[in-house]
């Protein structure tokens, strides 16, 4: 018997997370700053996969992977600067970034990320 499939956050076009045999696969973040530079727009995606880590049951200790898209490689080094600072506490997960077209202009980042889920306090 197959483990069911648990969605969040679900809308017509897609959900924000689907959760299956304890593993949270988010759908890509992009930042709702419209003005922003790199640096704002990477603050607010790494908060909203903190929130919809913590909805799915995990966090970013539990992440097993993680795919980033700039609009633009001069991006990189300030993105992984913040990157690097939002996993200071934790292990690194596997990850791949690239440079991409975006799906609205002003999106200079997207980040998909799996995790695993919290194992429940069995004390």
């Known amino acids: 018997m197959s ?5 969040v956050g679900t809308t017509p076009r897609f959900s924000e997370a689907a959760i299956h045999n304890q593993t949270v696969y988010l759908s890509g973040k992009v930042s709702q700053i419209v003005e922003g530079d790199i640096h704002a727009q990477t603050s607010d995606v790494l908060k909203q996969i903190d ?20 609009k633009d490689m001069a ?15 934790v292990e690194a ?20 990320v799996i995790a695993g889920q919290r194992m429940p306090n069995m004390s």
């Open 75 to 89: 991006d990189y080094q300030s993105m992984n600067q913040l990157w690097d600072a939002w996993l200071a506490d």
């Open 3 to 7: 483990e069911s499939i648990q969605k």
């Open 51 to 70: 929130e919809a880590l913590e909805r799915a049951g995990s966090d970013k200790g539990q992440l097993l992977s993680a795919q980033i898209w700039l």
């Open 93 to 112: 997960p596997v990850r791949a970034c690239v440079q991409a077209p975006m799906a609205k202009p002003h999106y200079r980042i997207e980040i998909m």
